[in-house]
């Protein structure tokens, strides 16, 4: 599995990312500057954490513009794997593959911990190497991770299954339907606050994001060996 991991001015999680995706898991792993407009041959394409852009006007919002979002947009409408993580999730709102945005932290302060997280849905080849209803300890960072949206979209999401993971109490930045992590109706988006490749390793503590990484690439190993049968 080709895995692409896009670098803005300010991202500070590419590096985090790339040692799961290459070093634990082995995948041809590249990084794509911001201002390329080409993904190549790339399966999964990952924005990661940091502060894009030094999060002026607000978070991601000028990440929409850089040139490489085109690329990354057509990807996800072409059924393509997409992960944001923190401030990747915040881009993917401000761009439009998902919905609803990320405010103020209720409490108006930056959070960094480790929180429980509750796995929603488990058909996904995201979270198919988890339990339903498990609960993963995850950490976050960020100043910027409470979620809201409409009522109807809130409802929306409910019903079609769209919420993937929640904060489990208490809910630690205020985010409406303790909504930690949402996907796109098919399932190929994905957006999370919590930072999955911070609890990969077991040498530096915890291994219960691995298993979101490790799910996709079991699916994609089993779909690219049917493709090849005659």
Same mark, same amino acid.
């Given at each position: 599995?080709?895995?692409?991991?896009?670098?803005?001015?300010?991202?500070?999680?590419?590096?985090?990312?790339? *040692?799961?995706?290459?070093?634990?898991?082995?995948?041809?792993?590249?990084?794509?500057?911001?201002?390329?407009?080409?993904?190549?041959?790339?399966?999964?394409?990952?924005? &990661?954490?940091?502060?894009?852009?030094?999060?002026?006007?607000?978070?991601?919002?000028?990440?929409?513009?850089?040139?490489?979002?085109?690329?990354?947009?057509?990807?996800?409408?072409?059924?393509? *794997?997409?992960?944001?993580?923190?401030?990747?999730?915040?881009?993917?709102?401000?761009?439009?593959?998902?919905?609803?945005?990320?405010?103020?932290?209720?409490?108006?302060?930056?959070?960094?911990?480790?929180?429980?997280?509750?796995?929603?849905?488990?058909?996904?080849? *995201?979270?198919?190497?988890?339990?339903?209803?498990?609960?993963?300890?995850?950490?976050?960072?960020?100043?910027?991770?409470?979620?809201? +949206?409409?009522?109807?979209?809130?409802?929306?999401?409910?019903?079609?299954?769209?919420?993937?993971?929640?904060?489990? +109490? &208490?809910? &630690?930045?205020?985010?409406?339907?303790?909504?930690?992590?949402?996907?796109?109706?098919?399932?190929?988006?994905?957006?999370?606050?919590?930072?999955?490749?911070?609890?990969?390793?077991?040498?530096?503590?915890?291994?219960?994001?691995?298993?979101?990484?490790?799910?996709?690439?079991?699916?994609?190993?089993?779909? +690219?060996?049917?493709?090849?049968?005659?």
């Amino acid at each position: 599995m080709n895995c692409g991991i896009v670098v803005f001015p300010g991202s500070n999680c590419d590096r985090d990312m790339a *040692w799961v995706t290459e070093r634990i898991l082995g995948q041809p792993t590249r990084f794509i500057w911001h201002q390329e407009t080409d993904l190549g041959e790339v399966d999964l394409v990952i924005l &990661p954490g940091g502060f894009s852009y030094g999060d002026y006007l607000r978070c991601g919002m000028l990440a929409r513009f850089s040139p490489v979002m085109a690329a990354v947009v057509a990807h996800a409408q072409a059924g393509k *794997w997409v992960l944001g993580v923190c401030n990747g999730f915040q881009i993917l709102t401000e761009v439009g593959l998902l919905p609803g945005t990320l405010l103020r932290n209720r409490d108006l302060q930056f959070i960094c911990d480790t929180v429980p997280v509750q796995v929603e849905r488990t058909d996904l080849p *995201w979270t198919q190497r988890y339990q339903k209803q498990q609960v993963l300890n995850l950490p976050i960072a960020h100043g910027e991770g409470c979620y809201y +949206a409409e009522p109807a979209v809130l409802h929306q999401l409910e019903q079609q299954g769209q919420v993937v993971f929640r904060y489990v +109490a &208490p809910n &630690p930045n205020g985010s409406l339907a303790d909504i930690a992590g949402i996907c796109n109706p098919q399932g190929n988006v994905l957006g999370m606050m919590p930072h999955p490749e911070r609890a990969s390793d077991g040498e530096v503590g915890g291994t219960d994001g691995l298993g979101l990484f490790q799910g996709l690439l079991a699916w994609y190993s089993k779909s +690219a060996c049917a493709s090849q049968l005659p």
